[in-house]
């Protein structure tokens, strides 16, 4: 076999390269079944949870990132969106958890989005939030948003924002999805710029056409991010600001938090808490980071973070909040893996983070918080995040005929290997920076 193409995809490939691997997970998860049934766990109903966790895979994504120096293009890159949908359905297959794809526009413009939708029904995919974008100038635009978009002084300039974001909700439309996310770069880079009220006025009064624009049964991200481009002040900088405009517009706006657009050790999981509580919290853009919006691959740098993220999400499901269901997307940059490898492992990182936030006792927990009694608190966490929950992980992909050992297996059929026969004129495509 080695050397030579084979469909990762296929069931098939799959269930041999699963064979080898069957009988050591068996006994693997036999272990850990015994371990958590004596904490009162049944090992299998938290597999059958797992199983369940989806998160969408930004189109953006599976092409190599790149930073605002320079971007090295990787083999056989998708030239399109058709290629990109290719390489979403590989992810899937091999891990089972990443049933939707998340478009960017007009990064992802094509004159045939019914047929994009056929092939991705084709392919088993569906699409979550769609991203507009007025951070950049396209090719051929009347008006530049190098001043801003929504919240640009000029109103021509927020008209022509406005429209797009109305586009990409119409476009949204066609492809099944139930989400626009808004993210804009406006902002300024020196004290006295720009009159930081009027500017959150002017996003008001343009989201606000935006929310008017929405189908029943759909809901606006709004999506924060402290600096850059702007470096001095940005108009949507932090959940303070999101949450205020989700709340002047109305109940169908939410917030989304992107892990890496806080300040570095900002407490993320006390936002969630508190968006929670707003019952605002409309999805995250999962990604990890050391100092800035690095976008590094989810759980790369801090999973304790990452499962205090999910210990606040498991606790509002385990305390029944209401319409609680946030949107789980993917928002990375690869810069120096293949980008189907980074985002399977990092769509296993969350599912990792999610499995090992349901091992924690929630009833004993709140005897210990009721107590005062700190350092058992904080050990009942610690005991869930240290169990090596990796047999349930791999056991949810074999239900769903995933792979056991997705990158292995991605190797294997030599995926990349073919796309860079069959793709030979990678360009650029879109976004350096994401
Ligand atoms: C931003 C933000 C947005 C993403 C762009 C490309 O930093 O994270 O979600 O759409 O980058
Ligand atoms: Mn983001
Ligand atoms: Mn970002």
């Avoid at 083999?75 to 949908?85: A, D, H, I, S, T």
């Avoid at 919240?151 to 924002?161: G, I, K, S």
């Avoid at 993320?268 to 968006?275: C, H, N, P, Q, Y």
Wanted: hydrophobic letters at 40%; proline letters at 5%; glycine letters at 8%.
């Amino acid at each position: 076999m080695a050397g030579t193409y084979t469909d990762p995809r296929d069931r098939s490939f799959i269930a041999d390269a699963n064979a080898k691997l069957t009988k050591d997970l068996d006994a693997d998860y036999a272990a850990l079944g015994a371990i958590l049934s004596r904490r009162g766990i049944d090992i299998d109903a938290v597999t059958a949870m797992v199983a369940n966790f989806g998160v969408a895979i930004p189109s953006w994504g599976v092409g190599t990132g790149g930073t605002r120096f320079a971007r090295f293009p990787g083999r056989g890159e998708p030239r399109n969106v058709f290629e990109k949908l290719e390489d979403c359905a590989v992810i899937h297959s091999l891990t089972g958890a990443t049933p939707t794809v998340s478009l960017h526009l007009p990064w992802d413009h094509t004159d045939d989005m019914p047929g994009l939708r056929q092939r991705a029904t084709a392919l088993g995919l569906g699409f979550d939030a769609v991203n507009s974008n007025t951070f950049q100038d396209r090719p051929g635009q009347k008006l530049s948003y190098k001043f801003g978009s929504l919240t640009h002084t000029d109103a021509a300039v927020r008209a022509q924002a406005v429209e797009h974001n109305v586009e990409c909700i119409r476009i949204g439309q066609l492809l099944g999805s139930r989400a626009l996310t808004v993210w804009i770069g406006d902002g300024a880079n020196f004290p006295g710029q720009q009159h930081l009220g009027r500017a959150f006025e002017r996003y008001i009064e343009s989201t606000r056409q935006i929310y008017d624009a929405l189908p029943a049964d759909w809901r606006m991200l709004i999506e924060h991010k402290m600096y850059e481009p702007a470096f001095y002040a940005t108009v949507i900088q932090d959940w303070g600001s999101s949450l205020l405009a989700a709340q002047t517009l109305g109940p169908k706006a939410f917030c989304l938090v992107d892990l890496g657009h806080h300040a570095p050790n900002v407490n993320i999981e006390m936002i969630v808490s508190r968006l929670v509580h707003a019952r605002r919290l409309g999805g995250f853009h999962f990604n990890d980071s050391k100092y800035g919006d690095d976008d590094l691959d989810t759980g790369s740098i801090d999973p304790y973070r990452l499962f205090l993220v999910f210990n606040e999400l498991v606790d509002a499901q385990w305390r029944q909040v209401p319409d609680f269901n946030p949107a789980h997307m993917l928002d990375q940059s690869h810069n120096v893996t293949d980008p189907i490898e980074s985002l399977m492992t990092s769509a296993i990182e969350l599912q990792r983070a999610y499995a090992q936030a349901l091992l924690v006792d929630r009833e004993v927990l709140a005897d210990y918080q009721q107590q005062n009694d700190a350092l058992m608190a904080s050990q009942t966490l610690k005991r869930a995040f240290t169990t090596d929950v990796q047999p349930i992980l791999a056991r949810a992909r074999l239900q769903k005929g995933a792979a056991i050992d997705p990158v292995a297996a991605y190797r294997r059929s030599h995926y990349r290997i073919e796309c860079a026969v069959k793709r030979p004129a990678a360009h650029s495509f879109g976004g350096g920076i994401v």
